[in-house]
């Protein structure tokens, strides 16, 4: 009797294209192929096949590691996007909060509101504000 197993989590799981690689292998696969093999061809003339090879690895990891990274199912672009953000934004974050019973009359007055009365102003029974 043929057993197979289907994982509980099925967001993991990834359509494949082609030779049991996802688009996004294929891809990246493809762009290191094509920078790769000029690379190696190029530089065995003028340096040797090992040191050539070196070469082409040190040009092709890196297009590899960012096809195959992936971390909280996120892809490395958007990862290291997050990244940067982080880094750029501001380091003290000052928490700012506006008071609804801020009776300032300029403020208001440049946004284009008159203050209420806090005499028409109730509460309900609920606990909420209500008007009169």
Do not use: W
């Amino acid at each position: 009797m043929a057993y197979v197993k289907v994982p509980k989590d099925l967001s993991k799981v990834k359509t494949k294209v082609a030779l049991n690689l996802t688009k996004r292998q294929l891809i990246g696969f493809s762009i290191a192929g094509l920078l790769g093999f000029p690379v190696y061809l190029l530089c065995k003339n003028f340096l040797s096949t090992d040191i050539s090879m070196i070469l082409m690895s040190i040009v092709v990891l890196p297009i590899l590691f960012a096809t195959l990274y992936e971390k909280d199912n996120l892809p490395f672009e958007k990862h290291l996007a997050y990244i940067v953000r982080f880094h750029k934004a501001e380091k003290i974050r000052v928490y700012k909060s506006r008071s609804i019973y801020n009776t300032n009359k300029e403020k208001d007055e440049i946004k284009g509101r008159t203050p209420m009365p806090i005499s028409k102003m109730r509460l309900s029974s609920n606990g909420r504000r209500r008007i009169e």
